[in-house]
């Protein structure tokens, strides 16, 4: 990832923004609002009753907030900002569990090794924040794919969207929020094909509900999108 967030909280540097029940807040890098929103976006079909599973769960906020909303179990996966090759750590993660007294379960697996046995399938898989860290992202899809049952949420960079044909723009090195860990951003329309091709019968892709300056380059802004996307087996 990026350069490390200033922010510190319980000791820990963080990349989301949580408000515990002890009235402890943390100051992540994804300020709370923006959080709030995208979980609205991202929940929108609901999840309550179903098993989730968090692909790149980094300090949880999904995954605690699918418990929240009355999920029936929730595995947190991540390994990047897990295992300390980026900037952040698993402390967030365990804080925060603790705080909320949660029974969000966790693994510590990289992206590559998501599949229905070392995982299992879940109903709802969400994938929020990684597509474009992979280097490989059909192929990743179609993992990810592999152990959703009934519906995956994607949250992810776009480019090119007012193109009608399915295009995927790549960043060489750091030239996407200088972050040398971003790779490819697809438009709408590759997004939506990548899907047919995966054997999703239904999908529906919504703008990110408030990209905001404040948690990017502003000099990139303009350049950038995002979307919330949910595709149906
Ligand atoms: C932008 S954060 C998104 C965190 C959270 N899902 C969200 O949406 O707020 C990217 C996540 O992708 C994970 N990730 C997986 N593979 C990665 C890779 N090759 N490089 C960087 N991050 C990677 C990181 O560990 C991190 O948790």
Redesign the pocket.
């Known amino acids: ?1 990026a350069k490390a967030a200033p922010q510190l909280a319980s000791g820990i540097t963080w ?2 923004s949580h408000h515990f029940p002890d009235g402890e807040r943390t100051q992540g890098v ?1 300020p709370a609002d923006i ?1 709030a929103e ?1 979980a609205k976006a991202i929940f929108r079909h609901g999840v309550a009753g179903k098993s989730v599973l ?1 692909i ?3 300090d949880g ?2 995954s605690f907030e699918a418990e929240r909303r009355g999920a029936g179990r929730v595995l947190a996966t ?5 295992s300390g ?2 900037w ?1 750590t698993k402390a967030g993660f365990d804080h925060a569990h603790k705080q909320f007294k949660s029974k969000v379960e966790t693994l510590d697996i ?2 590559p090794q998501i599949s229905p046995a070392t995982v299992g399938r879940f109903d709802v898989v ?1 994938f ?3 597509l474009y ?2 280097k490989d992202p059909l192929r990743c899809l179609e993992q990810v794919a592999s152990v959703t049952a009934e519906m995956m949420v994607i ?1 992810t960079e776009t480019a090119f969207d007012p193109f009608p044909w399915p295009l995927m723009r790549y960043y060489e090195a750091n030239s996407l929020a200088n972050d040398p ?1 971003n790779f490819w951003a697809p438009n709408k329309a590759c997004l939506e094909a990548m899907f047919r091709d995966l054997g999703f019968k239904r999908t529906e892709i919504r703008r990110h509900p408030c990209v905001r300056p404040s948690w990017r380059n502003p000099d990139l802004y303009w350049k950038r999108n995002r979307v919330v996307m949910h595709a149906w087996r």
Do not use: S
């Open positions: 990832m990349f989301h994804k959080l995208e968090d790149g769960a980094w906020y999904f991540d390994h990047f900002c897990w090759e980026g952040g990289d992206v969400l929020l924040g990684v860290h992979v949250e860990t």
